[in-house]
């Protein structure tokens, strides 16, 4: 699935590790989703959409 993570990463000036700390989750968590390897589950992609003030299918769509 791709996704615009790593833009909306990038704006906010946070590391990977920054994101992941801020998610729950690890830095390796999320270099497999802004690569596209990991598809989040939804609680998930719940909260990266929170954390961005977006809505999920704003941040992730089809390939």
Same mark, same amino acid.
């Given at each position: +699935?791709?996704n615009? !993570?790593?833009?909306? #990463?990038? @704006?906010?000036?946070? =590391?990977? *590790?920054e ?5 729950? *989750? =690890? #830095?390796?968590?999320?270099? *497999?989703? @802004? =690569? ?7 609680? !998930?992609? &719940?909260?990266?959409?929170?954390? &961005?003030? +977006?809505?999920? @299918?704003?941040? &992730? &769509?089809? @390939?």
């Open positions: +699935m791709n615009k !993570l790593k833009d909306l #990463r990038t @704006e906010q000036g946070w =590391s990977q *590790a994101i992941g700390k801020r998610l729950d *989750a =690890s #830095r390796q968590t999320t270099i *497999a989703l @802004e =690569s596209g390897k990991y598809d989040p589950s939804l609680p !998930l992609a &719940f909260a990266i959409a929170a954390l &961005f003030n +977006m809505k999920i @299918e704003d941040i &992730f &769509f089809p @390939e």
